[in-house]
């Protein structure tokens, strides 16, 4: 699977990937306006960051806790995580 943690890319670059891990809340925004194809998908995180250490660790097991991120936008918190489908194209 590709990953790309984004800061910055241009966002024809970033659609582009399988999987988009962020801390940006405009990704949502991005990937329905864009309708992004069903085999992406873009993950949120949305973590209090004591520290970079724990944000690390907190992400990797998020994302090591499923497989079904292709085709949803998922918001990760401290308790849950929230998926819901990206649009058909």
Do not use: H
């Amino acid at each position: 699977m590709r990953i790309l943690a984004n800061e910055n890319f241009p966002e024809e670059a970033v659609l582009a990937l399988r999987l988009i891990i962020t801390f940006d809340k405009d990704f949502g925004e991005l990937a329905f306006r864009s309708r992004l194809p069903v085999a992406c998908g873009i993950v949120l995180f949305r973590l209090a960051a004591p520290s970079a250490a724990y944000v690390a660790r907190a992400a990797v097991a998020a994302l090591e806790s499923r497989t079904d991120w292709a085709g949803n936008f998922a918001v990760v918190e401290e308790r849950r995580i929230r998926m819901r489908p990206l649009p058909m194209i």
